[in-house]
């Protein structure tokens, strides 16, 4: 039955051509704009004006490289991540990355549902009515019965974070002081180097690289789609980093030229500085628009790879095409818990601080960890023809080798900070 519904699956998307392969790519793009990196990227253009746009344009190859290889080692293996580390390195090892990687996901999964909990209190709404809803949403999309109709609810939502290009022309940035801070790069002030360590060392997020991968599979694509597959990737890539430009050139264009130095920890922080540009609504609505989008989508997509992460290490079934049952009780569990309990965390109002560096932390360690086994698996998992050769696979050994580099240089700091 099982085999049956997955060759009625493969049919109906070859018969939609790249409609049907597009989806795995934007999805995790837009979820790599969530709140913290929205708030990061307000807070850039606050503090470094329009100098911060450059490190984004040179993000832009590193996060295509790294989730171009999920998509051949999805595509060709059939297998997700968290499998092919364990069946490559061992179970000790995969148990490494699924933990460190259920922690990675649920401190994410704090910042996304404070992001909702922050939106709702720009129009007076209490957190008490916007996690709960927030949370049977996401929980809901689960139970649709199928992976690509959830792939395209959340690309739907996650498009919401293009509202804020709005506030951007409203802000109207000169073009004159963009090309200045594009070659302006004050390397020499530690702030900025390590905002843009910052950034760096949180592009390649662990939980997207086990995202996109289990999202090949479940969506049953083939070697035939790789080439389709990579432009969604490569399109994903493209809108992530452009919605970032968008907020720090806004930000630039406003709080950042008359001197601000903003440190925004909440929403409501970026539209009270933003509102004496743009007025209090507009800017209410425009920021509270574009992270009640990231905020969701990526709560969505934190949340699936974390589930998907962890069952393939346990073995179990793990697949959205999969109905609910005693077959896939495991996986459809693992995923309510983690909303659940990012959304009991937010309503009990636990001081967060402390958590949110401990995250930091381990983020920035497991980076270089599940970087160093993507290039692995990528040398030993794959047949010589998918692998990569020549320039290209110089390229992108050499960016995420630097991108891990960055990541080890940020534990330092943010231990003293811990």
Same mark, same amino acid.
């Given at each position: ?18 409609? *049907?392969?597009?989806? %795995? ?16 990227? *307000? @807070?850039?253009?606050?503090?470094? +004006? ?5 490190? @984004? ?9 790294? @989730? ?33 990687? +259920? ?14 909990? +922050? ?9 008490? &009515? ?42 109207? %940035? ?77 930000? *630039? ?76 009780? +495991? ?16 309503? *009990? ?12 932390? &381990? ?21 010589? @023809? ?33």
């Amino acid at each position: 039955m099982i085999e049956k519904n997955d060759n009625l699956i493969k049919t109906r998307l070859r018969g939609h051509g790249w409609l *049907a392969v597009w989806g %795995p790519g934007l999805l995790v793009m837009l979820a790599d704009t969530d709140a913290g990196c929205l708030i990061t990227a *307000a @807070q850039s253009g606050a503090q470094w +004006g329009y100098t911060m746009v450059l490190p @984004q344009l040179v993000l832009i190859p590193v996060l295509f490289m790294a @989730q171009e290889m999920t998509v051949r080692l999805g595509i060709i293996t059939q297998e997700g991540h968290g499998t092919l580390i364990r069946k490559y390195f061992g179970r000790g090892w995969a148990w490494l990355a699924a933990v460190t990687l +259920g922690i990675s996901a649920v401190g994410a999964l704090l910042t996304e549902f404070i992001g909702i909990a +922050g939106v709702g209190e720009l129009f007076g709404v209490s957190k008490w &009515i916007t996690i709960p809803i927030a949370t049977a949403f996401l929980v809901g999309i689960a139970f649709l019965g199928e992976y690509r109709r959830v792939e395209k609810i959340g690309v739907m939502v996650g498009l919401a974070e293009f509202a804020f290009v709005i506030a951007m022309i409203m802000a109207k %940035p000169q073009l004159g002081d963009l090309m200045r801070g594009l070659v302006t790069v004050p390397w020499r002030n530690s702030s900025y180097v390590y905002l843009v360590a910052a950034n760096v060392g949180a592009v390649i997020m662990p939980w997207m690289l086990f995202y996109q991968q289990g999202a090949v599979v479940d969506k049953h694509l083939t070697a035939a789609d790789i080439p389709q597959e990579r432009r969604d990737t490569a399109v994903g890539t493209l809108i992530s980093q452009a919605i970032m430009i968008v907020f720090i050139v806004t930000f *630039a264009a406003t709080v950042g030229k008359h001197g601000g130095s903003e440190a925004f920890a909440t929403v409501g922080q970026m539209a009270a500085a933003l509102a004496p540009y743009l007025d209090e609504l507009p800017a209410n609505l425009l920021i509270g628009t574009s992270l009640l989008g990231g905020s969701l989508v990526a709560a969505l997509v934190v949340a699936l790879a974390g589930t998907w992460g962890l069952t393939e290490v346990l073995g179990w079934p793990h697949s959205l095409n999969e109905p609910f049952n005693r077959k896939s009780a +495991g996986f459809y569990l693992i995923y309510i818990g983690a909303h659940v309990i990012g959304a009991v965390l937010v309503l *009990a109002n636990i001081q967060l601080v402390d958590l949110a560096v401990t995250v930091e932390v &381990i983020n920035a360690l497991l980076v270089p960890i599940v970087l160093g086994f993507l290039l692995l698996l990528e040398a030993k998992a794959l047949p010589d @023809q998918y692998r990569m050769h020549g320039w290209y696979r110089v390229v992108a050994t050499t960016l995420c080798l630097l991108v891990m580099a960055f990541g080890l240089y940020m534990v330092g700091p943010m231990t003293h900070l811990w």
